[in-house]
């Protein structure tokens, strides 16, 4: 493809040959000439030097400074070079298409109903009143439990499960390994010390757009419901515990946990192990970093870290002091010793 025709497809301003010819994209270490590469993200302007691609995405009124050895760089300047990159993919790469039909392998109950369009894959399982919509893909081995409702163009990779009565919308991907609706952990203790198990009523619900990863699991509600709202993505091993709800276009990245009933709103991002108590709130737009222990609810448009978890800026003076500790504890002891010889005295 021509750099003059990738700049229009991606609507960005050129800065080079109309005429190169770009025959893929990769990252700037890997690059090599006849490739689109792009920066995001200023760790990596060193790699301006040498990477070997031939044309890059980046933000406007971002120098090119070129090793002399290595040939010019051409640029597609973008307000947003990594949304535009992940355009770029797309261009040059075509995910696999699966045509309609029905493995002969695959179990499907007479009461369930299929939209048009569905690619059903070998050893899949569709339980009684369930109901998916049209042009979905199941690949091998998925299950779907007794009376579930999917919308349209569904994807669920091998060995992904969703469970009795639970609710997905439309455009939504379940990776390898999700589990949609498991059973959340809910035991009431007996006299005696022995736990009863609590029927897990409550469905989960994943509304349109959401994107859960591999052997992420959106357990069942006790009562109610869990919700993943419109846009939300969850990352592989995500945790979210029954009754909980995630906000619109809430990101949760790997082996986030979520206990039972805690609220995350919309456009919030959790790092990756974050953990959360039970019953609490994350406000709009909250980001916390990674591995931070959030016992207590957190205000909208916060930055928090550690643990307890606390505002950024707090925390890192908290760590700064922290690494002070051992010469601090080196002048107590001076000073300790310095009053006890004018005590003696």
């Not at 973008?78 to 699966?98: H, T």
């Not at 569905?118 to 569709?126: D, E, Q, R, S």
């Not at 081995?141 to 579930?148: E, H, L, N, P, Q």
Request: glycine share 10%; with cysteine; charged share 20%.
């Amino acid at each position: 493809m021509k750099l003059a025709e990738l700049a229009q497809k991606l609507s960005c301003r050129l800065e080079g040959p109309p005429e190169l010819e770009i025959s893929g994209v990769a990252g700037m270490e890997r690059a090599e000439p006849g490739q689109l590469t792009f920066l995001a993200n200023r760790k990596y302007f060193a790699l301006l030097k040498t990477t070997r691609a031939s044309a890059i995405l980046m933000e406007e009124g971002v120098a090119i400074d070129r090793d002399p050895s290595q040939p010019s760089l051409a640029a597609l300047r973008s307000a947003n070079p990594y949304l535009a990159f992940a355009q770029a993919i797309e261009l040059f790469y075509q995910a696999p298409k699966y045509a309609p039909g029905i493995h002969p392998t695959a179990v499907i109950a007479k009461t369930a109903k299929i939209g048009e369009g569905a690619h059903i894959g070998p050893c899949c399982y569709i339980d009684e009143e369930a109901e998916i919509g049209r042009n979905a893909v199941l690949h091998s081995f998925v299950t779907i439990y007794r009376g579930a409702k999917i919308g349209d163009d569904f994807v669920a990779h091998a060995h992904a499960v969703v469970r009795e009565h639970c609710r997905i919308g439309n455009h939504v991907i379940l990776q390898n390994g999700a589990v949609i609706g498991g059973d959340g952990f809910g035991f009431a203790k007996r006299q005696d010390g022995t736990w009863y198990k609590m029927a897990q009523s409550g469905p989960s619900v994943l509304e349109d757009d959401v994107e859960v990863q591999a052997n992420a699991c959106v357990d069942r509600a006790t009562v109610g419901e869990t919700r993943i709202r419109r846009g939300a993505k969850l990352d592989d091993l995500v945790l979210v515990g029954h009754a909980s709800s995630v906000g619109a276009n809430t990101l949760l990245c790997g082996q986030v946990g979520l206990a039972g009933s805690t609220k995350i709103a919309s456009n919030c991002i959790l790092a990756g192990q974050v953990g959360t108590a039970g019953h609490l709130t994350v406000g709009d737009g909250t980001v916390i970093t990674a591995q931070s222990g959030v016992p207590n609810d957190v205000p909208a448009q916060a930055f928090y870290s550690g643990y307890p978890a606390v505002e950024n800026r707090q925390w890192l003076k908290m760590m700064a002091a922290l690494n002070h500790l051992p010469e601090l504890q080196k002048r107590v002891r001076e000073l300790e010793a310095e009053v006890e010889r004018l005590r003696q005295r």
